[in-house]
């Protein structure tokens, strides 16, 4: 959470707009991940800038200490040094926090000894208070002391005390929160609820429904809190009780079980989830400033999936190996069908950077294996008799995945539909989206519900590509000459193309079974289409960096391959670029 954070802490105190900042971060000291950005920030804006106000609270940890560089131009209050303030503060919590025990509020005077107990055990600790008082919201008036009497006066005997309730639960209570606490334990950040309900195995007729895991959550004692339907631990030392004093009860098998399960939830959460244009945008052109996640939001139960699936799998494989990542393997499946999808999602989110590093952290990951595994067998006699690379399939694609993501940043990132649309048409040359026909490629075409696409070929080829991936479905042969048009039917149940060899052919979309085959032309076919009820043909024309059709941008188009003028006929339209090259594009309604 620190680092984007960060990112939005500085957009903040760069506004020239804003005349007046005022800043406060809690327990600052509990930030993990570049927690020195922070700091750095803290500091310079907090001496050059007097429009910003920061106030900030932390643990005296020498590294903080010495990064904010206190001088006059800063106000430094030391707790320990107010005790009888932070004392009083404490007693007036108590105070509020006792009135407020439905289950002892007629009863002033039990009120006056639970306070006095309260105040003599807390010791001057507000968390230990906080905590005890929340144990003690159930509780009957009539054992009211008693349970207050067993609370031991130290946070760590409190937090084995809270832990020991939890497993004393009936049934398969213990064990649900042992995996509700184990999963956000080892998260990198809050979870949502759905996303927790998943990620930690929960079963289904629990995960699937935010009250029951609300109800799972408020099992695990007072360790966590839920705000905005997110959960997170009441106080980094709960967190560092669990994980330290804890550990064994939690992790009863280890850590690996558990980060594994979190990795493998995740792709299969974002295989079941994902999916084109999962927002329901439609326009391929819609800059990302205008998208409106819907209520409820598809992404919801996916998000923290889409952002460390990669991170788990490489916690998971620093010391276990699995057959997950091999060619045909779970990561290989994942890539293959869903990776297109994922670089939509990632844009919806607003984190297509972190899914270029998340790729170029797995391609590194594997390269650095690639040479562990090289040095081994160095001198062995072994390696001048097999094909060292085991799983070539998975790192080529995993290498052109990578191209293809920061090829197509820049666009993907301001119209997420784009990845569907220039991001295909533009892919890096040689990549494995475009490989598979022998010839200029002439005709291409969306299915109707935007999962296939057909091509047509120089090579005589017409061929059915799944539209998510790139891969190739089908292979239609037939024609004995160049393929110049293809087209969906409306139903995208069958295919159309045409060919100078002066056919036209009807093909089976699913199957790619040739139908018939349509003769009479004396010269060759240009174009193909099907009927569209009757409505008028698309208006095709180059505007800027977009083509578009209609009134709808359709297509974008990388700086060098902008026009410098075109021409349009029917469904075809023809533009030059500034290196003197022709490019034609025929849109099909299909």
Known sequence: MCGRSTTTLASIVQDPSLKSIYLIIDALDECKANLDQLLDLISQTASTSTRVKWIVSSRNEPNIEARLRFDHTQTRLSLELNEAHVSRAIEIFIDFKVSKLRLIEDDGELQETVRGQIYAKANGTSLWAALVLKELEPVESWVILDV????????????????????????????????????????????????????????????????????????????????????????????????????????????????????????????KTLRRDIYELQDPGLPIEMVEPPVPDPLAVAQYSCLYWVDHLLDYHRRHTTKDVIDGGYVHRFLRTSFVFWLEALSLLKSLPNGVVIIMKLENWIKVSYVADLRMLVGSAVLSKMKFDKNPELHAFIHDARRFAVSNRSIVERAPLQVYCSALVFAPENSITLEGHTDWVMSVAFSPDGKQVVSGSNDETVRLWDAATGALQQTLRGHTDDVASVAFSPDGKQVVSGSDDKTVRLW???????????????????????????????????????????????????????????????????????????????????
């Not at 839920?226 to 850590?255: M, T």
């Open 148 to 271: 207050l009497q067993d609370m031991p006066p130290e946070l760590e005997p409190l937090y084995d005390r809270m832990l020991r309730q939890v497993e004393q639960l009936q049934r398969k209570d213990p064990e649900f929160c042992r995996l509700v606490l184990s999963t956000i334990t080892l998260a990198y950040r809050p979870l949502h609820l759905l996303e927790l309900g998943v990620l930690s195995n929960l079963p289904r007729q629990i995960s699937s429904n935010l009250d029951k895991v609300v109800k799972v959550v408020n099992k695990c004692g007072s360790f966590l809190t839920i705000r905005r339907n997110r959960a997170f631990f009441i106080h980094q030392s709960a967190k560092d009780f669990l994980l330290e004093r804890a550990f064994n009860r939690l992790f009863p098998s280890g850590k690996a079980d558990v980060i594994y399960t979190m990795f493998s939830k995740s792709l299969e959460i974002m295989s």
């Open 508 to 590: 089976d979309a699913a199957t790619g079974a040739l139908q018939q085959t349509l003769e009479g032309h004396t010269d060759d076919v240009a174009s193909v289409a099907f009927s569209t009820n009757g409505k008028q043909v698309p208006t095709l024309y180059v505007s800027g960096e977009w083509l578009v059709e209609g009134t709808t941008k359709y297509l974008w188009l990388p700086t060098n391959y902008r026009p410098t003028c075109e021409a349009v006929w029917s469904k075809i339209i023809v533009w030059d670029m500034r290196q003197g090259d022709y490019h034609f594009f025929r849109f099909n309604n299909g």
